[in-house]
């Protein structure tokens, strides 16, 4: 199917975002701490990764916590409160618990009256997936102000002997207030992809339908987070370049035209990879992987959040957000501020 386009000008789908707001835990956990009881070096993780630190939940915080301190940041900054919310969509990975996921604990936790809340799940790029789900729903008349937010966990999920997985994540969430609009600003281009038959690059195998918790699936360590580093960073440039293209198609604009890129941020090789890849100037791309690590479907939300605070994103501006992540799903959402 080949999308419509945007009239130059126009939003393909016409929506306001009027707060972000985001949440990291206070605990931070330095490369030099990590290699205290890990066979790594600060100088192997930053050359390798760009990270330096990275935030860790304490044990009595989880997703649902983060969430909603970054909800409440964002409500706040919209001048919105959570009763006047008709839709919450939560991208999350690993879910407070099987049953019932995290929107309904984030929905309660906030008091959000009677609108509708749900997770989505498609990797690293489930904010992106989650921001396009919201913004047809308000153009189609479904909502008309919608919470979409990350929050991200890996931090229970990963093994902490394993150093290939475990130095890469970080916790954390982020969360944007839209509201319906008229005007200018808005979504212009989106580019949702997969490639399944990727799927085996990174994954939790136990603990699901497929292969159910037992003492087994706990000894054989199946309930940690396993990923193929190498085959994830081959593919990761390519599919953001490629979706990156075909929103900005998608919206009538050129490369030139994008005043922000924000990239997941999984590597700092594959931003720099991406980066020269589509030759956008280096002064365009918002990068924190050093403070934050890769905080999943919270890492787009969190940097957007930080560059709003920092007064950099003024109206009329063009935003390219794009990810790529377990499944192998991916894609780019271009915004019109
Ligand atoms: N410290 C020291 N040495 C390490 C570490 C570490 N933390 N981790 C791995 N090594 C070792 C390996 O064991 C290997 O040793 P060997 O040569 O003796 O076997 C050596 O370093 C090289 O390992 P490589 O895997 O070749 O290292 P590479 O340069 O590929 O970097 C990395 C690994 C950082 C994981 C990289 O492949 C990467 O970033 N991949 C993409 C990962 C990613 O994007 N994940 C998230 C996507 S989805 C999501 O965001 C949830």
Redesign the pocket.
């Known amino acids: 199917m080949s999308p419509r386009r945007s009239e130059k000008g126009k939003p393909l789908l016409p929506l306001k975002v009027t707060g972000t707001g985001s949440f990291l835990p206070e605990k931070r956990l330095t490369n030099d701490e990590l290699a205290q009881f890990l ?3 600060d100088e ?2 930053r050359t ?2 760009g990270i330096r630190t990275r935030h860790i939940l304490s044990p009595e915080e989880i997703p649902a916590t983060m969430g909603i301190r970054a909800a409440q940041r964002a409500l706040t900054r919209a001048k919105r409160s959570p009763e006047d919310l008709d839709l919450l969509l939560v991208a999350t ?1 690993v879910p407070e618990e099987p049953i019932p996921g995290t929107a309904p604990h984030i929905a309660l936790g906030l008091g959000m009256g009677k609108g509708a809340f749900a997770d989505v799940s498609a ?2 790029a489930g904010f992106l997936y989650a921001l396009a789900m919201a913004g047809a729903m308000l153009h189609a008349g479904m909502a008309e102000t919608a919470l979409v937010l990350g929050t991200e966990a890996l931090s229970r999920f990963v093994n902490w002997q394993d ?2 997985t475990c ?2 994540f970080g916790d954390g969430a982020g969360a944007v207030v839209l509201e319906k609009g008229q005007g200018a600003s808005g979504i212009l281009g989106v580019a949702l992809r997969g490639d399944a038959t990727k799927l085996g690059l ?1 994954r939790i195998e136990a603990g699901g339908v497929r292969l159910p918790a037992s003492s087994e699936t706990v000894r054989a360590g199946k309930h940690f987070l396993q ?1 193929e ?2 085959g ?2 081959r593919a ?1 440039v390519g599919m953001m370049a490629e979706a990156t293209r075909a929103a900005l198609n998608q919206a009538s604009l050129s490369l030139a035209e994008v005043d922000w890129l924000i990239p ?1 941020q ?2 700092l090789r ?1 931003i720099e990879a991406l980066v020269k890849r589509l030759r956008i100037p280096e002064g365009k791309v918002v990068v924190n992987i050093d403070r934050v690590a ?1 905080t ?1 479907t919270a890492s787009i939300p969190i940097a957007l959040d930080e560059l709003v605070q920092g007064g950099k994103v003024e109206s009329g501006q063009i935003l390219a957000l794009t990810a ?3 499944g192998a799903c991916y894609g780019t959402v271009i915004l019109r501020w």
């Open positions: 066979d790594t070096s192997w993780i390798r990764t990975n990797g690293c150093r290939a130095v890469l990174l990923m580093g190498k994830l960073f990761a997941h999984a590597n594959i890769n999943s790529f992540g377990a």
